[in-house]
Structure formats: structure tokens, C-alpha cells
């Protein structure tokens, strides 16, 4: 290993006050907290944590909860010194009394990341693969947490610095629906995904002298963001090096925090949809006279009625872009499965000339299995890749959906959950052989449900009946969908 790269790598760390904090106890205001976790390369592994909660919690009252990823410097498995920084300033009684919340800072393992990122690597960092198993901890730290105390789920916010301002953009591009707020110091992330954070209140810091993070990337996330339609904040700080987390976390007003603590996540028919405001956008990879076709079961011939998403997205498109004529085409027929679509592609999809297809199915390959009706798996991945081939063939970009749920409860809890786990997993493996972009409806969902299905009901949230989309449930597809297309333009066209 070089001397540039260990020394490049010693600016994560957290100076020489991290050495003290490392011969003493945790002060009195934090818990330390451990959980079992098994997957890669870990099976049935202790992680630690801290927690700091209010330190008066009134009956009936909700408080904020805000998740910490501290930066390389503070890996290790000590469960103390990531308190450095951030959550140290929650030691100080006027602070905690002045925002009261729970605080849940997780350690990162000797040698490990939040991210699949390398820091060596010039080009963007990319957040289309799987989550670490650190970054994983993380949530399910966040989310033990949240059930066992309570918490606001409108106010749950992300803040980390250097290794964990990398950290912050990739599980907000990764899950935009939970976070009221995110406050990445010092890191980057995948510019390619910016346009979900484009309703997401942002505010990035950095040191235009950073020598371990290169200030583009900051620069380069605010950039996208901005083009795709948001309004994120960005602070770059002149002259400064690796440690902008001092003057974001310490100036005098706390500005960063009062910021953060000040924001709150709308409700589903209340929020601003990050999709649409992206596809809409000046920037919109749309070009004029665009057919988009939908293609897929009841999900989608429901979706022309009158609040179905794909009545939505031609209202809100044909608002913001009426110069492009978009077409939005709905081909959707209740209980149709792949090989139902198969047959019928060319006379209800391709004879549109369609210039992006996109395919919603896979519920009924699943559900019907209980009448001895469904889709085997084979049949299932042989027939969404000669769908996709063929709609290729005729020119058209294809975004394929994951099936998404049977039920609302949380995953494990209802009873198909893992055929669609199983079936979700195939529509993934084949977008990525095919290379097509995935919408991933099925974990979009569930990771929303579970922050937001607080009373675990079967329904009523997103569907009517465990299927089909509420109101709000078409907001919040048409706001994925929006994303998904977005995405798969932008790649095809830049």
C-alpha cells in the first residue's frame, strides 16, 4: 500500500480528540445497544451501537429520530468512538433540551464502508447494487428503534460525514420515501440516481482543499439534482480540507441542525412527487412526441381509470410539458400473467411504435399458484426475456417492474411474500441481463410500509385490498414509475 493512499486514507479520520474518546465510557446520555445479524459474509454476528434518547419523554408525545454514519476514522468495534462529531454535541444538556430526539449511531466494522464505493475509483459512485452488510446493520438499527420507542416517522433524518457522507447519499437515493432531511458532509454518490432526492430536503457541506473526498463530488450530486429539478442546499467552504464536518456540525447558530430539525416529511397525497418533478423538468430526457406504453395485468388497466397512476402521470406531464405531446397508453387486463402478455405484445404494445414499453406483471404468476394456475419460474424468466428482446427489437427502452405486494403487513408476515421475493429476484436477474432499467415497485413498497404500516394492517395504505392501489398507493407508483423512466431515458440519451 502506497504512502499516498495511507495518507490520503488518514484524512477520514477523526483527528486527535477520537483518541480520547477512545479510553472513556460513552457519556451518561448514551445507551449502548448490540443486535444479531446474519448475511454475507457474517452468520448470526453481534453489531453494536449507540442510542441516545430524550432525556424526558412525555406520554403521548412523538420525538425525531436522526441516523448518524460516522466517517473511516471511527470504524472499529469499540461502540464509542463513532460518537465523535455529531453526536457528541448531544452530550451538551442545552443542546438536547433544545432538540430533543433519539439518536442512533451505529459502528462500521475495522475495515469495512457503508458503501460498496471505491475510493480510488474517479468515477461516480454507484448505488445500483446491493446494500453492504454494514450499511444493512445500519438500518435495522434504525428500524429497532423505531418499534421500540416513539419515534416521529415524519421527521427521520440522515446526516454522516466523509465515509458516511457516502454513506448518506446512497441509502437516501436508495430509499427517498423515509428521510425528512439529509445532510451528507464530505461525501458522493451516484449521480446517475440524484433524481430521487429532487423533493428531498438536501444540504451538502464541503472543502474546496479536500484532499481524501474530491469536492466534485459534492459538487457533482448537487449539479444533478438541481438539473433534474430540486433545489438542494450546498455549503463549499473555501480553503477548507477533509474536515468540513467542523463548521457544518459546530458554527455558532447551529444552522445545519436547526435546518434539519425544522423539516418534515409530507404525507403521500400531500407530497411533491421527486419522479414527475424530474420528468417534467426543463432537463427531461423526453422528446416530443414520445409513446409510452403500459403493459401488464389489472395494476395497469387500472390505472387509466380516473386516479390510476398512469392517469396521473399524463395529467402531471401533460401540465408541465405540454409541448412534448406525450402519449401515455395503458394495454393492462385483469389476471393476465407473462405468458398472457407474450402473446398479445405485438398487437396491443408493439403495433403503437412505442418508444419505452413499460412492464408491470408478475402478481398473478404468483397469486394464481394457489388455484395451481401460476407462472413456474422458468416460464416466468423465459417469457419477460423474450418480451423485453422483442420490444428492443422494435427500438423501444424498456423499464421492467418487480412485483410488488399481496398484502401490507410487513415482509414475512403476509403469505406470498416469499414467491414474490423469489419472482422480484428473477425480474431483477433478467433487466440485468438484458440491460433494462428496473422499477423496483416490490422494495420501494415494502420498505415504505415498513416505516409507515405502523399498525401492521393487511390494507389500506397503498391498496384497497392488498393489491390494488388507493389513491394514494397511485401517487406513489406514478411517483416510482416517473423515476424508473427517467432513469432509463437519461442512460439512453445522454
Given at each position: 500500500?502506497?504512502?499516498?493512499?495511507?495518507a490520503?486514507?488518514?484524512?477520514?479520520?477523526?483527528?486527535?480528540?477520537?483518541?480520547?474518546?477512545?479510553?472513556?465510557?460513552?457519556p451518561?446520555?448514551?445507551?449502548?445497544?448490540?443486535?444479531?445479524?446474519?448475511?454475507?459474509?457474517?452468520?448470526?454476528e453481534?453489531?453494536?451501537?449507540?442510542?441516545?434518547?430524550?432525556?424526558?419523554?412525555?406520554?403521548?408525545?412523538?420525538?425525531?429520530?436522526?441516523?448518524?454514519?460516522?466517517?473511516?476514522?471511527?470504524?472499529?468495534?469499540?461502540?464509542?468512538?463513532?460518537?465523535?462529531?455529531?453526536?457528541?454535541?448531544?452530550?451538551d444538556?442545552a443542546?438536547?433540551?433544545?432538540?430533543?430526539?433519539?439518536?442512533?449511531?451505529?459502528?462500521?466494522?475495522?475495515?469495512?464502508?457503508?458503501?460498496?464505493?471505491?475510493?480510488?475509483?474517479?468515477?461516480?459512485?454507484?448505488?445500483?447494487?446491493?446494500?453492504?452488510?454494514?450499511?444493512?446493520?445500519?438500518?435495522?438499527?434504525?428500524?429497532?428503534?423505531?418499534?421500540?420507542?416513539p419515534?416521529?416517522?415524519?421527521?427521520?433524518?440522515?446526516?454522516?460525514?466523509?465515509?458516511?457522507?457516502?454513506?448518506?447519499?446512497?441509502?437516501?437515493?436508495?430509499?427517498?420515501?423515509w428521510?425528512?432531511?439529509?445532510?451528507?458532509?464530505?461525501?458522493?454518490?451516484?449521480?446517475?440516481?440524484?433524481?430521487?432526492?429532487?423533493?428531498?430536503?438536501?444540504?451538502?457541506?464541503?472543502g474546496?482543499?479536500?484532499?481524501?473526498?474530491?469536492?466534485?463530488r459534492?459538487?457533482?450530486?448537487?449539479?444533478?439534482?438541481?438539473?433534474?429539478?430540486?433545489?438542494?442546499?450546498?455549503?463549499?467552504?473555501?480553503?477548507?480540507?477533509?474536515?468540513?464536518?467542523?463548521?457544518?456540525?459546530?458554527?455558532?447558530?447551529?444552522?445545519?441542525?436547526n435546518?434539519?430539525?425544522?423539516?418534515?416529511?409530507?404525507?403521500?397525497?400531500?407530497?411533491?412527487?421527486?419522479?414527475?418533478?424530474?420528468?417534467?423538468?426543463?432537463?427531461?430526457?423526453?422528446?416530443?412526441?414520445?409513446?409510452?406504453?403500459?403493459?401488464?395485468?389489472?395494476?395497469?388497466?387500472?390505472?387509466?381509470?380516473?386516479?390510476?397512476?398512469?392517469?396521473?402521470?399524463?395529467?402531471?406531464?401533460?401540465?408541465?410539458?405540454?409541448?412534448?405531446?406525450?402519449?401515455?397508453?395503458?394495454?393492462?387486463?385483469?389476471?393476465?400473467?407473462?405468458?398472457?402478455?407474450?402473446?398479445?405484445?405485438?398487437?396491443?404494445?408493439?403495433?403503437?411504435?412505442?418508444?419505452?414499453?413499460?412492464?408491470?406483471?408478475?402478481?398473478?404468476?404468483?397469486?394464481?399458484?394457489?388455484?395451481?394456475?401460476?407462472?413456474?419460474e422458468?416460464?416466468?424468466e423465459?417469457?419477460?426475456?423474450?418480451?423485453i428482446?422483442?420490444?428492443?427489437?422494435?427500438?423501444?427502452?424498456v423499464?421492467?417492474?418487480?412485483?410488488?405486494?399481496?398484502?401490507?403487513?410487513?415482509?414475512?408476515q403476509?403469505?406470498?411474500?416469499?414467491?414474490?421475493?423469489?419472482?422480484?429476484?428473477?425480474?431483477?436477474?433478467?433487466?440485468?441481463?438484458?440491460?433494462?432499467?428496473?422499477?423496483d415497485?416490490?422494495?420501494?413498497?415494502?420498505?415504505?410500509?415498513?416505516?409507515?404500516?405502523?399498525?401492521g394492517?393487511?390494507?389500506?395504505?397503498?391498496?384497497?385490498?392488498?393489491?390494488?392501489?388507493?389513491?394514494?398507493?397511485?401517487?406513489f407508483?406514478?411517483?416510482?414509475?416517473?423515476?424508473?423512466?427517467?432513469?432509463?431515458l437519461?442512460?439512453?440519451?445522454?
Amino acid at each position: 500500500m502506497n504512502s499516498k493512499f495511507l495518507a490520503s486514507l488518514a484524512l477520514f479520520g477523526a483527528f486527535l480528540t477520537i483518541a480520547a474518546a477512545q479510553e472513556s465510557p460513552p457519556p451518561a446520555p448514551f445507551e449502548e445497544r448490540s443486535l444479531a445479524y446474519t448475511g454475507g459474509e457474517y452468520e448470526n454476528e453481534t453489531f453494536r451501537y449507540l442510542l441516545l434518547k430524550p432525556d424526558a419523554i412525555e406520554e403521548g408525545k412523538q420525538y425525531p429520530l436522526v441516523l448518524f454514519l460516522h466517517g473511516a476514522g471511527e470504524r472499529g468495534g469499540d461502540n464509542r468512538i463513532q460518537k465523535a462529531h455529531f453526536p457528541v454535541l448531544f452530550t451538551d444538556e442545552a443542546l438536547r433540551k433544545r432538540f430533543p430526539c433519539f439518536l442512533v449511531a451505529p459502528q462500521c466494522r475495522t475495515d469495512k464502508r457503508w458503501t460498496q464505493t471505491s475510493w480510488e475509483d474517479t468515477s461516480s459512485p454507484s448505488s445500483k447494487g446491493p446494500t453492504t452488510a454494514q450499511m444493512d446493520v445500519a438500518v435495522q438499527a434504525l428500524l429497532d428503534t423505531l418499534d421500540a420507542n416513539p419515534i416521529d416517522r415524519s421527521r427521520i433524518y440522515l446526516t454522516g460525514l466523509s465515509m458516511g457522507g457516502y454513506g448518506s447519499w446512497d441509502l437516501s437515493v436508495r430509499m427517498p420515501d423515509w428521510f425528512a432531511a439529509v445532510a451528507p458532509i464530505c461525501g458522493g454518490g451516484d449521480t446517475d440516481l440524484a433524481h430521487r432526492l429532487v423533493t428531498t430536503p438536501v444540504w451538502a457541506y464541503h472543502g474546496d482543499a479536500d484532499g481524501a473526498v474530491p469536492v466534485r463530488r459534492s459538487r457533482d450530486m448537487i449539479a444533478a439534482i438541481r438539473q433534474s429539478g430540486g433545489l438542494p442546499r450546498y455549503t463549499e467552504i473555501p480553503g477548507r480540507g477533509h474536515d468540513s464536518w467542523v463548521p457544518a456540525y459546530n458554527d455558532d447558530h447551529n444552522n445545519l441542525i436547526n435546518w434539519m430539525f425544522q423539516q418534515r416529511l409530507p404525507s403521500v397525497d400531500q407530497r411533491a412527487m421527486a419522479g414527475v418533478e424530474a420528468l417534467g423538468s426543463a432537463h427531461s430526457p423526453l422528446e416530443k412526441g414520445e409513446r409510452i406504453v403500459f403493459l401488464g395485468d389489472s395494476l395497469t388497466a387500472a390505472g387509466v381509470g380516473p386516479d390510476g397512476y398512469i392517469t396521473l402521470l399524463r395529467q402531471e406531464l401533460g401540465s408541465r410539458r405540454p409541448d412534448l405531446d406525450i402519449q401515455l397508453i395503458g394495454a393492462g387486463i385483469g389476471g393476465h400473467k407473462v405468458p398472457d402478455i407474450r402473446a398479445r405484445l405485438d398487437r396491443d404494445v408493439l403495433a403503437f411504435g412505442p418508444s419505452v414499453v413499460f412492464i408491470f406483471i408478475g402478481v398473478n404468476d404468483v397469486w394464481h399458484t394457489m388455484m395451481g394456475k401460476g407462472t413456474s419460474e422458468a416460464d416466468y424468466e423465459n417469457g419477460l426475456k423474450d418480451v423485453i428482446a422483442r420490444c428492443q427489437k422494435a427500438g423501444a427502452q424498456v423499464v421492467l417492474a418487480t412485483p410488488p405486494l399481496i398484502g401490507e403487513k410487513h415482509r414475512g408476515q403476509n403469505k406470498f411474500d416469499g414467491k414474490l421475493d423469489d419472482y422480484a429476484d428473477i425480474s431483477r436477474k433478467v433487466a440485468t441481463r438484458m440491460g433494462v432499467t428496473v422499477c423496483d415497485l416490490r422494495e420501494s413498497m415494502t420498505s415504505y410500509l415498513r416505516i409507515f404500516n405502523t399498525t401492521g394492517a393487511e390494507t389500506g395504505i397503498l391498496t384497497t385490498d392488498g393489491v390494488h392501489f388507493t389513491k394514494n398507493g397511485n401517487r406513489f407508483v406514478a411517483d416510482h414509475i416517473a423515476q424508473s423512466i427517467y432513469q432509463a431515458l437519461s442512460a439512453a440519451r445522454r
